[in-house]
């Protein structure tokens, strides 16, 4: 089976070579002596140059591919951003949006790293927002070898899955405990306080993506899904509690469903307000230190102008679910959702899973603790055989062994 597998695999290889040889069989026939009798117009005349010409081919087709690859993603990067820059600036009022390019003389107010895979920009300076993050991430266009091997490679293997394929804005808007209704008016010195209110998770998720999202994000793995009429049926709510189900609409305008979720079907992945980390705590320390309140805003890449005004809408949605939450918690007015009570089940819920957290750790733990144990033991027998004790030391363990054997048969014989 060996052979016939390497069969298949070198004889093409081995004729490919042989017709590129071929190519050139006249010249490669011809003596030393015929060779240096002709010019060097005439060697470049007599030579063929068929498969220079194709290498050259290739490289100026995967030049035309990178540069296609390129502005293909600035292109798509450009729309959104400049979409998303207007609107952070003129709707909601951000005081600084963007951020100059790292790159001397260009006017791009977003990020373009990892050869041109990852853009990023910004917004902050706002009552009730710390600042707004915005993530994009496409695939490499400009690298269409490995695209296409990727793509293979998950059609042919359904179980690898490669995240450079994966397409998505990602927005993250965090919360800074600090109300002002204007201008003028004078903020609060709370926030440490205000922020503490924010410790739950309650998402909205599109189906499509509610199991395999699952996986991906912890903070949602720790949720209860729930069908709820109150939202389209595309979606699901995924909360930690189902009592806080209804934050969101709570804080947003009565058409929120109809002039946003509804018409955001093919775009929107999720939205979760949450405060726990995107990747499992390795202890209870790690877990204390990861808590960050922010809603997350994870949606497919805006292919119209109609899905770049639903991005604009669901990130003004979510701002202003924070301005209504953080106005109704300075101000103490309202019925509010988030009740002491509720962050106090909630909580209970955490201390479940920090226990587990911690004793996944320590399980972890010992069995580094047995393998640094074990590593010690074979260093410590290598050191002993380089001097010879190790030798000697089984000689004298042998012997006590047979000591022992010949005493317990004494034993018997004196019982006997």
Known sequence: TQVTMFEV?????????????????????????????????????????????????????????????????????????????????????????????????????????????????????????????????LKPRNNPVSLCIEYFLSYIFAAFTYEDLDEYVEVEIKPNGVYVSNENANANNNKSEILKNFKFVTSIVNKTIMDTIRIDRYFLSLTHVTENDKIPKEYVFMS????????????????????????????LQFISFTDLPDLRPM??????????????????????SQDLELLNKLIGSMVEVYDNFTRELVQKTGNVVITPDVLKKINNLRQGEITR??????????????????????????????????QSNEQKMREKRERRQRNKQKQKMTSQ
């Open 283 to 304: 202890d209870g320390k790690s877990w204390t230190a990861s808590l960050s309140p922010r809603c997350v805003i994870r949606t497919n890449i805006p292919t119209s």
């Open 9 to 137: 695999i070198l004889d093409p290889l081995t004729s490919l070579m042989e017709r590129i040889n071929n190519f050139n069989a006249p010249y490669n026939a011809l003596s030393i002596e015929e060779q240096q009798a002709m010019s060097l117009f005439q060697r470049i005349r007599f030579y063929n140059w068929t498969f220079e010409m194709y290498c050259g081919l290739f490289v100026l087709a995967l030049y035309i591919a990178y540069q296609y690859g390129v502005s293909a993603n600035v292109s798509i990067a450009d729309k959104v951003f400049n979409s998303l820059h207007v609107y952070l600036k003129n709707e909601l009022k951000f005081a600084r949006v963007g951020l100059t390019s790292l790159k001397s003389g260009s006017p791009k107010l977003y990020l373009d790293q990892h050869l041109h895979t990852w853009f990023s920009s910004f917004a902050t300076g706002r009552s009730s927002i710390d600042c707004i993050n915005v993530k994009v991430h």
């Open 240 to 267: 930690e509690v189902n009592q806080i189900n209804d934050f969101i609409y709570k804080y947003t305008k009565g058409s929120f469903n109809d002039e946003v979720l509804k018409k955001s079907t093919k775009l």
């Open 357 to 390: 957290v911690e004793k996944i750790a320590n399980h972890y733990a010992m069995e580094l603790a047995m393998e640094e144990k074990k590593e010690q033991i074979k260093e410590k027998r290598r050191e002993l055989k380089k001097t010879g004790e190790l």
